[in-house]
């Protein structure tokens, strides 16, 4: 499983997100910036981008993942 495999997966499930990826090999990071966070709590940020994720959660391919949401108003202030 690549970065962009993943990439391809969040994107599928938030469509207009801007998504970036990285690992350092065992570990990988989702960041995701979307106007359709708006007004949603952490879990439920979460759980859109785990809707891409879950079958290669569930499979075992994917055991070590973090994510970080924003809209753009608070990456942009970040």
């Known amino acids: ?10 994107e599928a ?5 801007q998504i ?7 570990y990988y990071t989702v960041i995701a910036v979307s106007e359709a966070f ?12 785990y809707a891409g994720l879950n079958d290669l959660i569930a ?3 994917l055991h070590a993942v973090n994510i970080e949401t924003f809209t753009p108003e ?4 970040n």
């Open 1 to 10: 499983m690549t970065t962009d495999d993943l990439k391809q997966r969040v």
């Open 59 to 61: 499979d075992g391919s």
């Open 74 to 77: 608070e990456k942009i202030a």
């Open 38 to 49: 708006e007004g949603k709590r952490a879990v439920q940020r979460q759980q859109m981008v």
């Open 20 to 26: 970036e990826v990285t690992t350092d090999g065992y």
């Open 13 to 17: 499930a938030i469509p207009g997100a």
